[in-house]
């Protein structure tokens, strides 16, 4: 794994690759401007808000965590793309639906996260 940030005045460049088998894919994306809390009832609310999380076990259950955090600004991009073989890591569908441009994209300021221990869903 590696990444990069870099900042030129109001500008972010933000890269995050991994290696898979031996090649690298990487997830990318400028923005301008400075964040804000996403706008009520957009995509960027409904992602960045979930307080959820589901885990797959290897029993074939499901386990169900609680996840708390302050609410994330977030920046809207000017640029975002995937570069890599997504087939490799995500399978012939996601793969297809990754390499082309996305549909939307923005880059969230984050910021500590509890995790709640999980219970099984039934």
């Keep these: 794994m590696r990444h990069r940030l870099e900042t030129k005045s109001s500008r972010k460049i ?7 088998d031996g090649s690298w894919c990487k997830l990318s994306a400028e923005t301008d401007g400075q964040p804000s809390l996403p706008r009520e009832g957009s995509l ?3 992602i960045t808000e979930h307080y959820w999380g589901y885990s797959a076990q290897r029993s074939n259950g499901c386990t169900e965590y609680r996840v708390s955090h302050v609410p994330w600004q977030v920046w809207t991009t000017t640029t975002a793309a995937f570069e890599g073989d997504a087939s ?13 441009r996305p549909d939307s994209a923005f880059v969230a300021a ?3 996260v509890i995790v709640f221990k999980g219970h099984k869903v039934q």
């Excluded at 490799?88 to 082309?100: F, K, P, S, V």
């Design 88 to 100: 490799a890591l995500y399978g012939r569908e996601l793969g297809a639906i990754l390499q082309r």
């Design 44 to 46: 960027e609310q409904f």
């Design 14 to 20: 933000v890269e995050y690759q991994w290696q898979v």
């Design 110 to 112: 984050g910021s500590p």
